[in-house]
């Protein structure tokens, strides 16, 4: 019987025996892995980056050749309608716009490969040429014109360039450290940028077809962007697939160039805008809403692209809705904000409010009373005129005062329940005399309701052994006993 120590040892010559295997298989994975790089080393070294034709091979390939020679074909007879019975992936003419689409992707990339190649030359001559020129085609036209002339102002930039660009560009070439490319050279780059020009004509061709079909394959995108607008868009996308599974803030993307403002002001420049800059209803909105109208029509026109992926509305009503949509939108957000209307007040509260009551109120309701002279004032007598301050009734009236007596303006004046405790609780006070029978003491008192008068000192003394404190707390008090019948 095996004991354990005899099953770990075979578990771990098991375990040597696969380590030996996986070892034997990393050896052979790592002589193909050199075997691998070996050979791209010697692709990339059989590379002759000096040769266009080594860089640049898409015009030579035979679908090139075969596709460009069925869209001339189709451009010079003109659009016809297709057959709306077939299916749509089973249209021939379907299947060019398909490859059209692959095909205008391939050019820009070839076009990006030539203008390394172009750049890389034309650096000994002028090497800030190229952060000042970013768009490819733009950098070939202007290399191509300048050649390999020093001076500038002889040299015609007008109509390639922005005319800021063009001075930024002249200034910066009087003071380059380049200098003049040989012969050789400067015919590489020539060539280089008379391939790129004329991969983007055949790029505008194979646009302007996939335009003129559009009716057909996306009508819906084509009613809201336009048909020119759409073709770029799915010829950057790579086809109305591709374009309907981006999302709408890649669309907005499309076709955005790089701009180099030269140092000038950003306040009028578009960014993070691409095709959709070109489109009618962008171009007939207010500058300060085109950043919301090209981000609601990215959106409109990816909804328009997923319908025509599916064929979902084949007449294009569904494209004319969503533009009729926009339009009302942006219409919208250019309508002046609503006139502030004059807020009314409250309608008042005809309740009357709760008041509190007790000793305070009462106190204040006395002090603030209307008094009996005021009273009388507000008075008139029926048929008796009053008398005023100016006479003839002008001035202030009296009222009813002094028309009872002989014209003298009377008030019985009564005196208030306020002032008569004000009165007694300073009359108890006592004001001057203390009480005590020194021979200091004086009889005058000093009141606010009497004003000097006399008084006998000993009588608040007096007055104090009366009462109760006489029965309970006097000296010579006694207690009372009660006899009991």
């Not at 109760?468 to 006899?483: A, R």
């Amino acid at each position: 019987m095996a004991t354990l120590a005899d099953s770990f040892l075979a578990d771990l010559d098991e375990l040597s025996d696969n380590e030996a295997d996986l070892l034997d298989e990393d050896d052979v994975g790592t002589g193909n892995m050199e075997e691998d790089v070996d050979g791209d080393l010697a692709d990339i070294e059989a590379l002759n980056y000096d040769d266009l034709d080594s860089v640049s091979k898409l015009q030579k390939t035979q679908r090139y050749i075969d596709i460009m020679q069925k869209v001339e074909d189709a451009l010079q007879k003109g659009s016809e309608i297709s057959n709306q019975g077939l299916v749509l992936e089973d249209d021939p003419e379907y299947q060019l716009i398909v490859d059209c689409n692959a095909l205008s992707v391939d050019i820009e990339n070839e076009i990006i490969i030539i203008h390394n190649f172009i750049r890389d030359n034309y650096r000994l001559k002028f090497p800030e040429l190229e952060s000042l020129v970013h768009h490819p085609i733009d950098y070939a036209r202007v290399v191509k014109k300048i050649g390999n002339e020093m001076d500038l102002t002889l040299v015609d930039l007008e109509g390639l360039l922005p005319s800021a660009i063009i001075m930024v560009v002249s200034v910066t070439a009087s003071t380059t450290s380049g200098k003049p490319l040989p012969e050789e050279t400067l015919k590489k780059t020539m060539d280089a940028c008379d391939r790129a020009l004329s991969l983007d004509i055949d790029k505008k061709k194979v646009l302007d077809f996939v335009e003129s079909r559009l009716g057909y394959i996306a009508p819906n995108l084509s009613a809201i962007v336009g048909s020119a607008v759409a073709a770029k868009l799915m010829g950057t996308a790579g086809g109305l697939s591709a374009l309907a599974k981006m999302p709408a803030c890649n669309v907005q993307l499309l076709g955005a160039k790089r701009k180099n403002l030269a140092g000038f002001s950003t306040a009028t420049a578009q960014f993070r805008v691409g095709y959709l800059e070109q489109t009618e209803i962008f171009q007939s909105t207010p500058p300060s809403l085109r950043m919301r109208a090209c981000r609601l029509l990215a959106g409109k026109s990816t909804l328009a692209a997923r319908v025509d992926s599916t064929r979902g509305d084949p007449t294009g009503k569904t494209g004319r809705n969503l533009r009729d949509e926009i339009r009302k939108k942006i219409e919208k957000w250019q309508e002046p904000p609503p006139a502030k209307q004059p807020k009314p007040l409250p309608v008042p509260d005809s309740e009357p409010k709760k008041k509190r009551g007790g000793r305070r109120l009462r106190k204040m309701k006395e002090r603030y009373a209307i008094t009996d002279m005021r009273k009388l004032a507000n008075r008139m007598q029926f048929g008796v005129p009053e008398e005023s301050s100016l006479g003839d009734g002008l001035g202030e009236g009296y009222g009813m005062l002094g028309q009872s007596g002989a014209g003298k303006l009377r008030v019985s004046v009564g005196q208030s329940k306020l002032a008569a405790k004000v009165a007694k609780k300073f009359k108890e006070k006592q004001y001057g005399s203390s009480g005590a029978t020194s021979g200091l003491t004086s009889s005058l008192a000093f009141t606010p309701v009497q004003g000097i008068e006399l008084t006998n000192p000993q009588g608040h003394a007096n007055q104090l052994g009366t009462g109760t404190q006489s029965t309970y707390f006097s000296e010579i008090g006694t207690f009372s006993k009660i006899k009991k019948p």
